[in-house]
């Protein structure tokens, strides 16, 4: 894990210097940087950095689920930075236009690991994936709609092949903080 912050870093600080250095000087020194809310503690450490090395320019976050970044950038026509949760997200702005040179090997800066987080002792005693369809247990997931990861929990229960169905009828959906959600004890698994 990290090698992977590590690497998240490593490609966002790449990105907010070469910003800087292709131009920012001749605009208002504020930076926009619309950024799935997952990745928000790498980059607000990134943030930090970046502020050290050039405290004349503001970055100023958006953090939010990815699928409501294209709806967002589409009405306001501002941002200067983009990092969805998923690249089928990544994939709208370049059709749209918003990302003009995108290469997949070279712009894939961090990726998603599922795991299964419990309280403390695990008191449903969560051993597999197939323990989410058992009836009673409240699940947390995140809303495929609003958020990357939701998109990776669907993908997630097909590939392991059992209903997603029956993992609906106890899911809580959260969008985009679904971490935050676990650690306010919003369900129980």
Known sequence: MRNETA??????ATAL?????VG????AKNLLFHAGVGQRSSLNEIKELFRERHPDVQVDF???????FIADITRSQEGDLYMPGEVFYLL???????????????DIAAYFVTCIITPRGNP??????EDFARPGLRVGLGNPKACAIGIWHEK???KAGFSIEAVRKSQFYCNGKLVDEILMGKFRI
């Open 7 to 12: 690497a998240l870093i490593s490609w966002a």
């Open 17 to 21: 210097a070469a910003l800087f250095a």
């Open 24 to 27: 920012c000087e001749d605009r």
């Open 62 to 68: 958006a953090y939010k689920g990815s699928g409501y």
């Open 92 to 106: 709208q702005a370049v059709e749209r236009g918003f990302i003009t040179d995108y290469d997949p090997d070279r």
């Open 124 to 129: 449903a005693r969560v051993q597999t994936i």
């Open 156 to 158: 997630t229960f097909k």
